[in-house]
């Protein structure tokens, strides 16, 4: 698999930086779609604001990168770690904590008031391009004396939902007819009301900073991992998507899992888990961390296994420290640890439709019926804190018990363990280490609720992260959107990230497009889901991109998509020809039978969209 | 595009026929999936009972069936519909009502207590394969006197969820051990809990004929297209897909049309809706008709401009009459009209971000434009209601203001039209005309519910069948996964048909694939609603999948899915040897490293499955 230079460049886009304010260095990367101009039919031209788009791919999406997978990333991060004064290097190179009483942890700073450069980064990415899109509204509001007051008010309304233009009518001073399109490029309809939704209208540093502290969020960026261009997970934040990568025992090799990586974020996963089995886990590991600018999640129980052959009887406690601690040095930003998974639950698990369908779950699970113990995540959770407080590995504390099937949705054994999830959640917190909580898995949608509900409560609104859930299993072959369906459902809730799957779940290794696929879908999830939680930048996209649909604006409605390449090319299919991209009609209806086309005839008799400020 | 037989054909499959009681001389169509056996480690054997499934293929799903295409199809309801002694051919060989005071409509004998043999067939359908499954059950209760009385306790228990098997081992004399997997196997959630939600235990042709007489439900079925096999729409029966065939300007022939209606019922759409708008709109839709076991839908309006040469000057009630009575003599079954869109709502609908993007409200938005006048669909609803009465032909209520984009979602100009559609509901069955009502579009998630509870309060809790919605804007290329999004949404909250989306939507014309993809993504979220809603037989499917999963009956997993090639090719990517079909693993974690096999070896230790009856 070599990529194509190609594949990985985003049509009419180009590559900007935001610079940081509290710290100046900063340098915020987003992608820019640039949109042409509105012609209408009596000759005048209007211009359409470039859109700025949130932007996974780290140095590889930026056209001036010239770095390549042998050297690894710029190590971005280096000097905010370093000049924080409270790590040292070991014996071997890795960063480590000085001082084992205050954390170099992003949830211990946060506690402490202490804002860092991560976080004002994420507060500069969750914005997006509300300012951009500001400035192409500001003309709306002719009465407002300045600039900033004007920004003022469209920034107290869109934290609640723009007005629409039709109630912007009913105030003086405004000329409605002028102001059509662009209000609706602003609007934005007002969030579902949920309890314990806080999300503001615009992200401040201290914002973040404050979520963190309250455990709603987290930043995974271990202090050995510099390549990391920080992001945040947290239910008040952009719901984020993580893809899985990693080789087992049938399959591939070291490049190609670094090739899967830069396809992966390039469609935009915010995190990858590395859930390699097979050969070479440390060393495949060395690659992805090196060139990832997004978080490295791993579980590292299966490394642990490999190094006992593959038998469960042979792994100890001791054998699980190591790999933990080689993968925290290595710099890892999240592991999956299934400590809830007590010993009592077996039994319930083994007596459903479809018992354990965890992998580490079930290792577990055999570990102690083989030896008649408690699991020793468990029993070892305080010394687990204290290695991961040390680099500031968050925690993602697994599921063990998901339902592998609808039928064994929100049962005892899954509810138990999401119990002992809260109680650990707790400690962790305690020892400075930053949580969030794994969940299923299959669920119907009308229990997608009671997940969401209890884990909030039960785990003190610690962030959420599903796999899935599947809304029904009898769609193998499709359960990106089986699993799509239950994702926008608990996201929509507040579920803070997504575990993409993909059609080839429950069936095989998924392939180039498998992951494509799988990442766009859960991409259109999480931002339905971000419009249903009113994320003060989310409906900018959609607007833009109606507006350039109603315009017969083919090319902008193109590069505005989650897949570009693809919306071309079944342009393409039916319609060709290059003219056919400036056609004021399209292949579903023909040029004389145009829904869209008839309603322009109808907005210019009415005059609507004229300006008559000008 | 010639079918090959393969690709129409369902592995491990065989048409089977249930009779009726009322009308024995009934025979529904069902398909049944045969399951491999079970086999334990410990060398025992369990049979697993086969699965029925609802069937939309008609006569083209039958092997034994040895008709074609030019002949048409078996005229299954021609004695139904004689019998009842209220039709008279016309002169050139339609049937009409021969009284027009009693319209020999689905809602008139319901409203007149009549139970017809449309009745009674849709009730036995929508049971799916429940009798099936409970004798599969039926050795759950051994304390049961008789397998009526068993039969009687599942039927209580199904209605409002099937316990789980950890609470039916509180019964005294009830064997846990030996039950589980079939206990498992009939598990059902408690359903959602919803205002107006009546879902039965079990559907008896009685409580069909009170769903259409109270007009919560609809069966399409023109007294003029006796091919037909009848099915139900209504919010308390399996929600249901439409497919959109239908040639453009730009494209298809007859034989063409015929093989898309054919690909697209296979696939299971429950109906179709002819949108020719090219040459030859009647003899297609012959050939279409005559072909079709599910109802089809048109929208009248497309072929009335055909006849105007596509000037929407041209266009009058009189013509749109003609065209009406051409297409109800010829036997459609249901036709949109978009009367809902009055004049003065004309103007919000231009200021919108997007306008009007129905085809037939943005026609019928031009004509009141250009004569200034009232939508003559309003005005001679009387008429129009008169005619569709004299053949049963349903009425879809248009709605030809539906949002075209997120913006506009939920605006005035939509809900203004929905309380008119409210209106004219009222008169279609003060007219004896069955009615549902189309609805949006492109609606974020959150604002969802809002459109179904105006839909039920303001339309009399007629049945709502929706586009989508869309979730959101900026997905193309994937618009069939952002519609079952928001369709999936609506039908859990009670939308009886949701009309598909392919991934061409709003860029090009789908093509066979796409259909399949299509069909497909909305029966899975149609599935994941009934799931929700909790129709009775609607988690089986699910949960025969589950197991046949956990055991590693590859076949079966593929046979009981909704697309069983797709599943099969998915699973040969990886493992290609046929000897792979009967592994104890899959290609996701390798033989080494399986949870499913370790929880299996769990259960064996704990010796949970092994039957202590025999």
Redesign the interface.
């Known amino acids: 698999m070599v990529m194509e230079h190609d594949e990985l460049k985003y049509p009419g886009s180009r590559r900007v930086y935001v610079n940081g304010l509290l710290y100046p260095e900063l340098r915020v990367a987003m992608r820019e779609v640039t949109q042409e101009d509105t012609l209408f039919p009596d000759g005048r031209v209007e211009s359409n604001a470039p859109v700025r788009l949130y932007d996974c791919s780290g140095p590889w999406g930026d056209d001036d990168f010239r770095g390549n997978v042998e050297t690894g990333l710029p190590r971005l991060r280096e000097s905010w770690i370093s000049r924080r004064g409270d790590v040292a290097a070991d014996g071997e190179g890795a960063l480590r904590a000085s001082d084992p009483a205050a954390p170099p942890t992003q949830r211990s700073y946060a506690l402490r008031g202490i804002i860092t450069p991560e976080m004002e980064y994420v507060a500069i990415r969750e914005n997006l391009g509300r300012e951009q899109a500001f400035k192409a509204v500001y003309d709306c509001f002719p009465n407002a004396k300045s600039r900033p007051e004007a920004a003022q008010i469209l920034l107290d309304e869109l934290g609640t939902g723009m007005p629409?233009?039709?109630e912007l009518e009913a105030q003086a001073g405004f000329s409605?007819a002028s102001m059509?399109?662009r209000a609706?490029?602003c609007?934005q309809?007002p969030?579902?009301n949920r309890p314990g939704g806080r999300m503001p209208a615009y992200f401040t540093p201290e914002f973040v900073r404050d979520e963190i502290a309250a455990g709603r969020a987290l930043i995974p960026a271990n202090i050995n991992h510099p390549e990391l261009e920080p992001m945040i997970i947290g239910r008040n934040f952009l719901c984020k998507i993580n893809a899985n990568i990693g080789n087992?025992?049938?399959s591939s090799g070291i490049e190609e899992e670094v090739e899967k990586l830069r396809w992966a974020i390039h469609w935009g996963a915010d995190t990858v888990m590395d859930l390699s089995?097979g050969a070479d886990i440390h060393r495949t590991r060395e690659w992805i961390l090196r060139n990832s600018p997004v978080p490295i999640g791993t579980v590292p129980m299966?490394q642990s296994?490999e190094k006992c052959g593959?038998r469960?009887e042979y792994l100890s406690w001791p054998i699980f420290r190591d790999t933990l601690i080689e993968q925290a040095r290595q710099g890892v930003d999240y592991v999956t640890i299934h400590a809830g998974l007590l010993q009592r639950f077996?039994?319930?698990?083994?007596?459903?439709?479809?018992?354990?369908?965890?992998?580490g779950?079930?290792?577990i699970?055999?570990w102690m019926?083989i030896h008649q113990q408690e699991n020793f995540l468990y029993t070892h959770w305080d010394e687990i804190c204290a290695i991961l407080a040390t680099y500031d590995v968050a925690i993602s504390i697994g599921d063990g018990l998901r339902p592998?099937?609808?039928?064994d949705?929100?049962?005892?054994a899954q509810l138990a363990e999401l119990e002992v999830q809260g109680e650990l959640t707790r400690l962790a917190w305690a020892a400075g280490v930053q949580v969030m909580n794994e969940g299923p898995g299959?669920v119907?949608?009308?229990?997608v609720p009671e997940n969401m509900r209890k884990q909030l409560e039960w785990c003190y609104e610690a962030p959420f992260y599903t796999l899935g859930p599947l809304?029904?299993?009898?769609?193998?072959?499709?359960d990106h959107?089986?699993g799509?369906?239950?994702g926008?459902?608990i996201a929509?809730r507040g579920c803070a990230m997504l575990c993409y799957v993909t059609?080839?779940e429950?069936?095989?290794?998924p392939?180039r497009e498998d992951v494509r696929e799988g990442v766009?879908?859960y991409?259109?999830?999480a931002?339905?889901?971000d419009?249903?939680?009113?994320h003060p930048g989310a409906?900018v996209?959609?607007?833009a991109?109606?507006?350039a649909?109603?315009e017969f604006r083919w090319e902008d409605?193109?590069n505005?998509?989650?897949?570009p390449h693809?919306?071309r090319?079944?342009?393409d299919?039916?319609?060709p020809h290059s003219g056919a991209k400036k056609a004021h009609f399209?292949?579903?209806?023909?040029?004389?039978?145009c829904?869209?086309k008839?309603?322009?005839?109808?907005?210019e008799?009415?005059n609507?969209g004229k300006s008559q400020l000008k």
């Open positions: 629409r233009p039709s409605p059509t399109d609706n490029l609007y309809h969030a579902e087992s025992a049938i089995t299966y296994l593959g469960v077996v039994p319930h698990a083994a007596r459903r439709a479809t018992g354990i369908v965890s992998r779950g079930s290792i699970a055999k019926m592998g099937s609808i039928a949705a929100n049962d005892f299959h119907p949608l009308h229990l809304a029904t299993d009898i769609a193998p072959g499709y959107i089986t799509a369906l239950g926008a459902a929509q059609r080839k429950h069936l095989g290794l392939d766009v879908t991409k259109l999830a931002h339905a889901a419009l249903a939680k009113g409906q996209r959609d607007n991109l109606a507006k649909r109603f409605q193109f505005l998509s989650l897949d693809r919306a090319a079944y342009h299919m039916t319609l399209c292949s579903m209806c023909g040029p004389n039978f829904a869209m008839l309603t322009q005839e109808i907005r008799q009415q609507i």
